[in-house]
């Protein structure tokens, strides 16, 4: 074998081991990063002792629901209600959800949990702002800005949500 030949050879070795192997060597991995498995908001306030847990809006003609999960980490109770554009007056609503025992999760929907009966804003496929309060006060981050939730609005003709629509309702 000429030297050539094992040149051109050990090129075309290298050019293919580096265009099916390389990716890793020069972009982000994104397989490591963690998120969140499911199709509603998520977030995390250790501040206030609360997570939230895929909150999500399920609509279907005149028929929707709110459903997620709220958790309170502290050892005392928690009052949660939530503040919300109606979707047909276009007012500021409130209404209470549930007050939490300490160290509890409370479900929204499913689980046996009847759903919220809440009217948002929103179209199937878009998002929708709510906001929780938590014994009455505004939910604030460490910087002090009020937390307000951007949350999917999720089609109820779907099979994997008609039977959130399905729930009794608070």
Same mark, same amino acid.
């Given at each position: 074998?000429?030297?050539?030949?094992?040149?051109?050879?050990?090129?075309?070795?290298?050019?293919?081991?580096?265009?099916?192997?390389?990716?890793?060597?020069?972009?982000?991995?994104?397989?490591?990063?963690?998120?969140?498995?499911?199709?509603?908001?998520?977030?995390?306030?250790?501040?206030?002792?609360?997570?939230?847990?895929?909150?999500?809006?399920?609509? /279907?003609?005149?028929?929707?629901?709110?459903?997620?999960? /709220? /958790?309170?980490?502290?050892?005392?109770?928690?009052? /949660?209600?939530?503040?919300?554009?109606?979707?047909?007056?276009?007012?500021?609503?409130?209404?209470?959800?549930?007050?939490?025992?300490?160290?509890?999760?409370?479900?929204?929907?499913?689980?046996?949990?009847?759903?919220?009966?809440?009217?948002?804003?929103?179209?199937?496929?878009?998002?929708?702002?709510?906001?929780?309060?938590?014994?009455?006060?505004?939910?604030?981050?460490?910087?002090?800005?009020?937390?307000?939730?951007?949350?999917?609005?999720?089609?109820?003709?779907?099979?994997?949500?008609?039977?959130?629509?399905?729930?009794?309702?608070?």
């Amino acid at each position: 074998m000429s030297l050539r030949k094992a040149f051109v050879a050990l090129a075309l070795g290298a050019a293919v081991l580096g265009g099916t192997t390389g990716c890793s060597f020069s972009s982000h991995i994104e397989s490591i990063r963690p998120y969140t498995p499911s199709d509603g908001f998520q977030a995390d306030y250790p501040q206030h002792h609360l997570k939230v847990r895929n909150v999500l809006y399920v609509t /279907i003609g005149d028929q929707s629901t709110l459903i997620g999960s /709220i /958790i309170n980490t502290s050892k005392n109770p928690a009052s /949660i209600s939530i503040r919300y554009v109606d979707g047909v007056t276009g007012q500021v609503t409130e209404k209470d959800i549930a007050t939490i025992a300490g160290s509890k999760k409370y479900d929204i929907g499913f689980n046996g949990a009847p759903s919220l009966d809440v009217t948002l804003a929103g179209v199937a496929g878009g998002l929708t702002e709510i906001q929780f309060l938590l014994d009455g006060a505004e939910i604030k981050d460490a910087d002090g800005n009020v937390q307000r939730f951007t949350i999917p609005v999720v089609d109820g003709t779907l099979a994997q949500y008609r039977a959130l629509l399905e729930q009794p309702t608070e």
